[in-house]
């Protein structure tokens, strides 16, 4: 994802990666980035008592989607014994999540 893609998180007690795409890309983005996908790729930050929960809203106008992780910072922003208590890795590692694209859009990045 990432020729298409940037990252940015929201500081709360719930990380909120959020993957902004150029509009052409958003549609295989959304596709692949289901609430259940991000939940999935993001279990290790999950505490093992805590059921993974993820919504995920559209963030129109600048072709955007907000994940939001419910009970990934173990405490909240302040208490969580992670390291990054403001989930910039955690966007970061999202933009790595492999999204299938049409072959005629991989060329274009050659």
Sequence with gaps: MRPSCCAATGRT???RPAPIAWARYLPYIRAALTPDAVAAWFAHVFSATAKPRVD???VLGIH???FVL?????GGITAS???DK???AMAQQLLEFPVPVPQVL???FD
């Excluded at 419910?70 to 173990?74: G, W």
């Design 13 to 15: 007690c719930r990380p």
């Design 56 to 58: 995920r809203y559209e």
């Design 64 to 66: 955007a989607l907000n």
């Design 70 to 74: 419910h009970e990934a910072l173990d």
């Design 81 to 83: 014994p992670r390291l």
């Design 86 to 88: 403001v989930a910039k």
């Design 106 to 108: 991989v060329d274009e």
